[in-house]
């Protein structure tokens, strides 16, 4: 029996052992994508780096020091909390745009911290201009206009009667004017060029109150799309991490996550049946199955219910049955005895299996897989300056 005095206060066993699942993150394929994507742009364009949601799921301190590191200036995050999270990571140096805008009240933050707040709205602007006359600061935002997306953004009517009010930007100390490309991974999409055209229109008139306001526009894929489309500053995010920015066309980036997950018992069927919730799959006398310690809690999606695939010893093994909160079952009937063992590895995400070749199964984009990842495995990181 335990006690409260023979509980122990230290575990003796390594986390690596504890868990269910490894993800590991390559931050040297992490630095040298970024570098492959700062060498695409115009030699002017400064290549920041979109770190929202815990940069995509892989970890915002590790993957912000190692693009800081390797000279990345400029940081992207969604909200103002991720912001000062990450200016306390990296220190005074780099820029942090917060791209949500900043919520009513939050002013003051955005400030003392040296937020960039992304503008969406004239209410946005009027706020942030109050705020910058009343406490006599010069503080920079980032204006946002609608080139078609029609998300975030000032429209054309709302813009147009800021700037031809005589104070409707007084107070504003713009670091850029900002749009987002709807469809820059698909680069035959005649809207990608409406867009480039509004957003050039926008950012001409823009420059006749504030001639210093530099340009963004460019995505990942917006990258990929030409010079035109670079303008000042580019913001890339999934591309970074490993997702290919340009469907249909051979991934140009490197790959930054492999996962693997853990065998807890492998099953050979006696009889023909069915596995898991539902009965979903049926099984031959003879079959083989493994299953492994991970599952929808940990971002593997039930959509990937009987479609997708990991890889153990070099072979391609279905996902069999449904995918249940904490477990998978995988068909390994073609893989050796000495290779399907207990305590063993397959893989979930690597070269082999990419985040694009998960999502495609999933019926989703690599962002939901990337930004699904639970919390539960055990992350190791490969250093910036060389893989380990």
């Given at each position: 029996m335990f006690s409260a005095a023979s509980t122990p206060t230290r575990t003796q066993s390594r986390p690596e052992d504890r868990a269910g699942a490894i993800l590991t993150v390559d931050l040297a394929a992490l630095v040298e994508n970024w570098r492959i994507l700062k060498k695409k742009a115009a030699p002017t364009c400064d290549v920041g780096a979109v770190v929202k949601s815990d940069a995509y799921g892989l970890g915002l301190e590790p993957v912000a020091r190692a693009l800081h590191g390797a000279g990345c200036k400029t940081f992207y995050v969604a909200h103002l909390d991720g912001a000062i999270t990450l200016r306390q990571i990296l220190g005074p140096g780099p820029r942090i745009a917060c791209l949500n805008g900043p919520n009513k009240g939050t002013e003051r933050d955005h400030v003392a911290f040296k937020i960039i707040p992304v503008l969406s709205t004239p209410e946005h602007i009027q706020a942030w201009c109050a705020y910058a006359l009343k406490e006599e600061v010069l503080a920079e935002?980032?204006?946002?206009?609608?080139t078609g997306m029609h998300r975030l953004g000032l429209s054309a009517r709302e813009f147009k009667a800021l700037m031809n009010d005589a104070d409707g930007f007084v107070g504003?100390?713009?670091?850029?004017?900002?749009?987002h490309l709807a469809c820059a991974d698909e680069a035959a999409s005649p809207m990608n060029r409406?867009?480039?055209?509004?957003?050039r229109g926008f950012k001409d008139q823009f420059r006749t109150r504030f001639p210093d306001a530099k340009g963004t526009l460019a995505n990942s894929s917006g990258l990929f799309l030409g010079p035109e489309w670079h303008f000042d500053y580019a913001r890339p995010g999934v591309a970074l991490y490993g997702v290919n920015p340009t469907p249909g066309q051979p991934n140009p980036m490197l790959?930054?996550?492999?996962?693997?997950?853990?065998?807890?018992?492998v099953h050979r069927v006696d009889s023909p049946g069915h596995v898991g919730y539902g009965a979903a799959a049926s099984v031959p006398e003879g079959a083989k199955i493994a299953t492994v310690s991970m599952g929808y809690a940990d971002g593997y999606l039930r959509s990937l219910s009987s479609v997708g695939v990991g890889v153990l010893d070099g072979i391609k093994v279905p996902v069999l049955g449904r995918v249940s909160m904490d477990l998978i079952t995988f068909d390994v009937s073609n893989v050796p005895d000495s290779a399907a063992q207990v305590g063993g590895f397959i893989d979930i995400l690597s070269n082999v299996v990419t985040v694009d070749d998960v999502a495609k199964?999933?019926?989703t984009i690599g962002y939901e897989i990337l930004?699904?990842?639970g919390t539960r495995f055990h992350r190791r990181y490969l250093a910036a300056s060389a893989r380990i």
């Amino acid at each position: 029996m335990f006690s409260a005095a023979s509980t122990p206060t230290r575990t003796q066993s390594r986390p690596e052992d504890r868990a269910g699942a490894i993800l590991t993150v390559d931050l040297a394929a992490l630095v040298e994508n970024w570098r492959i994507l700062k060498k695409k742009a115009a030699p002017t364009c400064d290549v920041g780096a979109v770190v929202k949601s815990d940069a995509y799921g892989l970890g915002l301190e590790p993957v912000a020091r190692a693009l800081h590191g390797a000279g990345c200036k400029t940081f992207y995050v969604a909200h103002l909390d991720g912001a000062i999270t990450l200016r306390q990571i990296l220190g005074p140096g780099p820029r942090i745009a917060c791209l949500n805008g900043p919520n009513k009240g939050t002013e003051r933050d955005h400030v003392a911290f040296k937020i960039i707040p992304v503008l969406s709205t004239p209410e946005h602007i009027q706020a942030w201009c109050a705020y910058a006359l009343k406490e006599e600061v010069l503080a920079e935002s980032i204006v946002q206009v609608d080139t078609g997306m029609h998300r975030l953004g000032l429209s054309a009517r709302e813009f147009k009667a800021l700037m031809n009010d005589a104070d409707g930007f007084v107070g504003l100390h713009p670091q850029m004017i900002m749009s987002h490309l709807a469809c820059a991974d698909e680069a035959a999409s005649p809207m990608n060029r409406q867009q480039l055209d509004r957003f050039r229109g926008f950012k001409d008139q823009f420059r006749t109150r504030f001639p210093d306001a530099k340009g963004t526009l460019a995505n990942s894929s917006g990258l990929f799309l030409g010079p035109e489309w670079h303008f000042d500053y580019a913001r890339p995010g999934v591309a970074l991490y490993g997702v290919n920015p340009t469907p249909g066309q051979p991934n140009p980036m490197l790959p930054v996550v492999n996962l693997r997950a853990r065998i807890i018992q492998v099953h050979r069927v006696d009889s023909p049946g069915h596995v898991g919730y539902g009965a979903a799959a049926s099984v031959p006398e003879g079959a083989k199955i493994a299953t492994v310690s991970m599952g929808y809690a940990d971002g593997y999606l039930r959509s990937l219910s009987s479609v997708g695939v990991g890889v153990l010893d070099g072979i391609k093994v279905p996902v069999l049955g449904r995918v249940s909160m904490d477990l998978i079952t995988f068909d390994v009937s073609n893989v050796p005895d000495s290779a399907a063992q207990v305590g063993g590895f397959i893989d979930i995400l690597s070269n082999v299996v990419t985040v694009d070749d998960v999502a495609k199964a999933a019926g989703t984009i690599g962002y939901e897989i990337l930004t699904s990842l639970g919390t539960r495995f055990h992350r190791r990181y490969l250093a910036a300056s060389a893989r380990i």
